[in-house]
């Protein structure tokens, strides 16, 4: 029913690509110059559509098009992490404006129309979802007055006046607009390529589980101190660790990850035994009864090391989220446009990253779609996908997107 034009596909992200190359990638934080020029340059090309194009307050760009009819809304994100890849985030801003104009230039699909969308901070410079949970309607003016990046270590309120949005207010979802959110992304990891497969259809987005464990020890001088004697903190905690490698790959789902991100020693000298040590501990699966089994196990593997010695050992839940869980007649209408174009080379699976789609997904009937990554590879500037695999899911997402507006 609609037809893409990839010269355009690719014309598009290749120009986003170079607002603020770095490398073969992008450095383009939020509401950093080269992230607010990303999102001019956007809101001009959902006005050459004929769209009412807005850079709200938080700096979302939403682009509403005009006239009534069945709506879809559809986008992603266009800042990147720092010195990072080029398609994370821009891929699914420009399948889902790509999908817009292919439904606007086809005949039959007059009275229906794909919104587009593209959220602020995703990639949590600032917070969690800021831009996403902004137009939900689950973000307040404290939260914002609060964020500050970490690695600028600039408030919010500072860069959203230096980007000219003060005062701006911050639009939220409208009531009744739309059929479904759907969101294109690369796939960050290597399953797709490995299979020889050009299209994922997103089941779920995994749940985060994060813990934070401490053990106590007493911190004394590393050359005087019998080793038959010593309470060290970090040995405890590189115990614990190997423990928890030894028996995880036994109990977990086929797709659980889990990953020790932060280890911190008191004080951190080398002639000193840590007194203190911290680990931050996170898991990830789709399936809550495997994060329970999961879990359980932690809980023990840390009573049994606190219960043998010699340092004191406690577990602390920081937060416990639920799989986002897309719905059934968005993965048939991406499963059916991937046979069209990548007939017998597609698959079903799970999201292992948080996307803005699992922010929508209670508000509106949610879908994502995956493209292969060279190597797996993202959150770096090497970050790749080769163009025909750009143009094959530029056209199984825009399919998808008529069919769902034809329901």
Same mark, same amino acid.
């Given at each position: 029913?609609?037809?893409?034009?990839?010269?355009?596909?690719?014309?598009?992200?290749?120009?986003?690509?170079?607002?603020?190359?770095?490398?073969?990638?992008?450095?383009?934080?939020?509401?950093?110059?080269?992230?607010?020029?990303?999102?001019?340059?956007?809101?001009?090309?959902?006005?050459?559509?004929? /769209?009412?194009?807005?850079?709200?307050?938080?700096?979302?760009?939403?682009?509403?098009?005009?006239?009534?009819?069945?709506?879809?809304?559809?986008?992603?994100?266009?800042?990147?992490?720092?010195?990072?890849?080029?398609?994370?985030?821009?891929?699914?801003?420009?399948?889902?404006?790509?999908?817009?104009?292919?439904?606007?230039?086809?005949?039959?699909?007059?009275?229906?129309?794909?919104?587009?969308?593209?959220?602020?901070?995703?990639?949590?410079?600032?917070?969690?979802?800021?831009?996403?949970?902004? /137009?939900?309607?689950?973000?307040?003016?404290?939260?914002?007055?609060?964020?500050?990046?970490?690695?600028?270590?600039?408030?919010?309120?500072?860069?959203?006046?230096?980007?000219?949005?003060?005062?701006?207010?911050?639009?939220?979802?409208?009531?009744?607009?739309?059929?479904?959110?759907?969101?294109?992304?690369?796939?960050?990891?290597?399953?797709?390529?490995?299979?020889?497969?050009?299209?994922?259809?997103?089941?779920?987005?995994?749940?985060?589980?994060?813990?934070?464990?401490?053990?106590?020890?007493?911190?004394?001088?590393?050359?005087?101190?019998?080793?038959?004697?010593?309470?060290?903190?970090?040995?405890?905690?590189?115990?614990?660790?190997?423990?928890?490698?030894?028996?995880?790959?036994?109990?977990?789902?086929?797709?659980?990850?889990?990953?020790?991100?932060?280890?911190?020693?008191?004080?951190?000298?080398?002639?000193?035994?840590?007194?203190?040590?911290?680990?931050?501990?996170?898991?990830?699966?789709?399936?809550?009864?495997?994060?329970?089994?999961?879990?359980?196990?932690?809980?023990?593997?840390?009573?049994?090391?606190?219960?043998?010695?010699?340092?004191?050992?406690?577990?602390?839940?920081?937060?416990?989220?639920?799989?986002?869980?897309?719905?059934?007649?968005?993965?048939?209408?991406?499963?059916?446009?991937?046979?069209?174009?990548?007939?017998?080379?597609?698959?079903?699976?799970?999201?292992?990253?948080?996307?803005?789609?699992?922010?929508?997904?209670?508000?509106?009937?949610?879908?994502?779609?995956?493209?292969?990554?060279?190597?797996?590879?993202?959150?770096?500037?090497?970050?790749?996908?080769?163009?025909?695999?750009?143009?094959?899911?530029?056209?199984?997402?825009?399919?998808?997107?008529?069919?769902?507006?034809?329901?």
């Amino acid at each position: 029913m609609v037809t893409i034009d990839p010269e355009r596909v690719l014309g598009d992200l290749y120009h986003l690509r170079s607002i603020g190359t770095y490398e073969t990638g992008v450095h383009r934080p939020t509401l950093s110059p080269e992230d607010m020029q990303a999102r001019h340059w956007l809101a001009d090309r959902l006005r050459d559509l004929g /769209y009412e194009a807005t850079i709200d307050g938080i700096a979302n760009v939403v682009g509403l098009s005009p006239g009534g009819g069945r709506k879809l809304l559809a986008g992603s994100h266009l800042e990147s992490q720092n010195h990072a890849g080029w398609l994370d985030g821009a891929l699914g801003v420009i399948y889902a404006l790509e999908a817009a104009r292919a439904v606007a230039e086809a005949p039959d699909m007059q009275g229906t129309a794909v919104d587009v969308i593209a959220f602020a901070d995703e990639e949590g410079h600032f917070g969690s979802f800021m831009g996403s949970r902004s /137009y939900v309607g689950e973000l307040d003016d404290g939260e914002i007055d609060t964020a500050v990046d970490a690695t600028r270590g600039t408030p919010m309120r500072t860069m959203l006046d230096g980007a000219g949005l003060s005062g701006h207010g911050r639009l939220e979802i409208p009531a009744g607009r739309h059929a479904a959110f759907l969101e294109a992304h690369i796939e960050q990891g290597d399953w797709l390529e490995t299979n020889h497969l050009k299209a994922g259809i997103v089941t779920s987005i995994v749940a985060i589980w994060l813990y934070k464990i401490t053990f106590e020890g007493v911190q004394n001088h590393a050359g005087t101190t019998r080793m038959a004697i010593r309470k060290d903190a970090g040995v405890a905690l590189t115990r614990l660790a190997q423990a928890i490698e030894a028996r995880f790959p036994e109990i977990a789902g086929p797709r659980s990850v889990w990953t020790t991100g932060r280890i911190t020693l008191e004080p951190g000298a080398t002639s000193i035994i840590p007194g203190r040590a911290e680990m931050h501990f996170q898991l990830r699966d789709a399936e809550p009864e495997t994060l329970e089994r999961l879990e359980n196990e932690l809980v023990r593997l840390v009573a049994e090391a606190n219960g043998s010695g010699p340092c004191d050992v406690t577990l602390e839940t920081v937060s416990k989220g639920t799989p986002a869980v897309m719905a059934a007649e968005i993965q048939d209408a991406f499963e059916q446009a991937a046979e069209t174009h990548a007939p017998g080379r597609h698959t079903r699976m799970p999201s292992g990253a948080s996307h803005d789609a699992q922010v929508m997904r209670p508000h509106l009937p949610t879908g994502m779609l995956f493209v292969p990554s060279i190597g797996g590879v993202s959150h770096h500037w090497s970050e790749n996908t080769s163009d025909e695999d750009i143009v094959t899911g530029a056209r199984i997402y825009a399919s998808a997107a008529a069919t769902l507006l034809k329901t």
